[in-house]
């Protein structure tokens, strides 16, 4: 009777002791969910030893490449002289260039140039002069072109049928032209290709006649007699044209005692 109390009791503790294992290990696996669970909602929580996730960066903007700057012209190549083309003779022959003219075509330059206009902007023109003072036409133009000096035109006075009176009023600027001086039979420096008229109707020929009338060419520039006034295409003694001129050895018609003519510039060779 006392072995078979005893192994009840012993039993009994058994069972305890396996009831009380069970019970913990199932609280354990339980904690040690919850923990687990936990750790997953709070990053904090996470092994200090577990690799972070990579930061992103942002990207760094590939800068835009800088535009290439355009080299600006080089203006000196457009002037340029030749001698007188049978294409250049043919736009002349019977106009600035008249059936018996004396003058040689071969002591006439064709010259190419460009210049500033009264609108700003940069403008071809041609010029027929003397052989004799080509280079310094290149040379005078250049400058003028340098101080961006304003010329409204620069053609050849046979587009206008060789009419210097038309020329004139038109403005244009310009050399060589086989005529005599106005109102008289003697050959102009013109007729040589020796003298050029810069800005004609704004720089008239004037002067008063014996009969006490006003000569006045072109006819169209009454409005620029009076050199009193205020005009920025006015030529005048001391200014910039005049300098540039006066520097290659011309003289001006504008500082004649009687007759003035302020368009006028000529040069005497040997």
Not at 98 to 123: K, N, Q
Not at 212 to 229: K, M, S
């Amino acid at each position: 009777m006392a072995k078979k109390i005893l192994y009840i009791f012993i039993l009994t503790v058994l069972a305890g002791v396996l009831i009380f294992s069970t019970v913990m290990m199932i609280k354990y696996f339980n904690e040690a969910a919850e923990e687990e669970k936990q750790m997953e909602n709070n990053p904090m929580l996470k092994p200090v030893n577990e690799t972070p996730s990579p930061t992103e960066v942002p990207a760094t903007p590939t800068p835009s490449p800088s535009p290439t700057p355009v080299p600006e012209k080089n203006y000196d190549e457009e002037f340029y002289m030749s001698e007188i083309t049978d294409e250049i003779f043919e736009r002349i022959k019977g106009k600035s260039y008249p059936e018996g003219a004396t003058i040689s075509l071969d002591d006439l330059r064709w010259c190419h140039v460009v210049h500033y206009g009264f609108d700003g902007e940069i403008h071809e023109g041609e010029i027929i002069v003397n052989k004799a003072i080509a280079e310094d036409t290149i040379e005078i133009f250049k400058e003028l072109f340098d101080i961006k000096y304003e010329i409204e035109k620069i053609r050849l006075i046979d587009e206008y049928g060789a009419d210097d009176e038309k020329s004139m009023e038109d403005n244009n600027s310009s050399s060589f032209c086989y005529r005599t001086i106005a109102e008289t039979t003697v050959l102009s420096n013109h007729a040589l290709g020796l003298a050029i008229d810069i800005n004609t109707l704004y720089n008239p020929y004037v002067y008063t006649r014996k009969d006490g009338t006003l000569f006045l060419q072109p006819e169209n520039a009454a409005d620029y007699v009076d050199r009193e006034q205020e005009n920025p295409h006015f030529i005048k003694n001391g200014d910039e044209c005049y300098n540039i001129f006066i520097a290659h050895g011309f003289t001006w018609g504008g500082d004649w005692n009687t007759k003035k003519d302020y368009q006028h510039f000529e040069k005497e060779i040997e």
